[in-house]
């Protein structure tokens, strides 16, 4: 598998992600995700790393990036085909994009823009902590409990079951605030139907449904910040051309600049907010316009830049999100229950079926 990787990436300029996660271990393991750049079409992408780390900050980062791509050209690293690199928005990552920049010069350092419409769509939830009480409680008590389960689907068979959403989950929050505006009838009538005795969470949902806040407020999440788990969506989508992925960030910002009132300017001050910190996609929507011939400016781009180098940003992602879908394969191979998986085994088998199925879809 590494050998088909070196020779499929090879000559080829690269885009390079990195993510951390906790595995069922209490470890930190790291995941290094790379991805081709061509002129004429999206690259093909692969899992070319994943190590345990001893602690996380921008130091160990540092060098679990050089360690992987050691890995990928064991004669001597590539500095100048290492075009892009994408992380997170955690300090550590920004501290250690500006570090590398001293040994890749012409990299371009990106924090994932679904992860920025994430981080918004948290300033969604902190505005209105009835909804999220509500959200919270009416998930509990249907969690774990068949038989309230079975009276949700006897009163109301044609419509789903309330989400579960994951914080940490791009937009699931915004997704359930959506659902209880499209079927917060139902959900009234069938939490009125549960006793308050046998749980708190039934009491709390009980209380806060019947707010008259709840109902204009489930509207005004709905009609004005939909368009964030929307986006998140689109962004996920595989082979995007970059002036594709840039033009749904404008449409957000523009959508969330017409929201009215107090909450929708806090939203839209928290867009900008993430948008301006982001100094690397600023750097990719110059490039993209360039591309376009949308611009001549080419004044704030990297010195080390060619001209011949612009050109293979056309497909450049701006997610993270190739390396989020390899710890969702990680944590299916070692479970809760599943523990003795050695790390060097669970590497060789991530990196067969990461890059098996990628190279299917591909």
Known sequence: MMKNIRQRV??????????ETTDAEGRQIANAIIGTLEEDRAGDIFLLNTDALEKTNHSTICKFFDKSLSILWPDGIKHDDVLLFLSDAAPYMVKCGKSLNALYSKMVHVTCAAHGLHRTAEEVRGQFSTIDKIISNVKNFFKKSPSRVQIFKTHAPNIPLPPEPVITRWGTWLNASIYYCEYYKQICEIVEMLDSEYALSIKIAKKNLVKTCVKSNLVYIKSNFKVLSDSIL?????????????????KVQVQLQMAQGYDGQKVYKKFETVLNKNSGLKILKQISKIIGGESDNMDDLHEDLTTNDLSFYKFAPITSVDVERSFSIYKNLLTDNRRSFKLENIRKHLLLQCNTVGNQEG
Do not use: V
């Not at 090879?10 to 993510?19: Q, Y």
């Not at 689109?234 to 404008?250: C, F, H, R, T």
């Open 10 to 19: 090879f000559l080829k300029k690269i885009w390079i992600s990195i993510d």
């Open 234 to 250: 689109k962004l996920q989508s595989k082979n995007m051309p970059l002036a594709e992925s840039l033009d749904i960030l404008e």
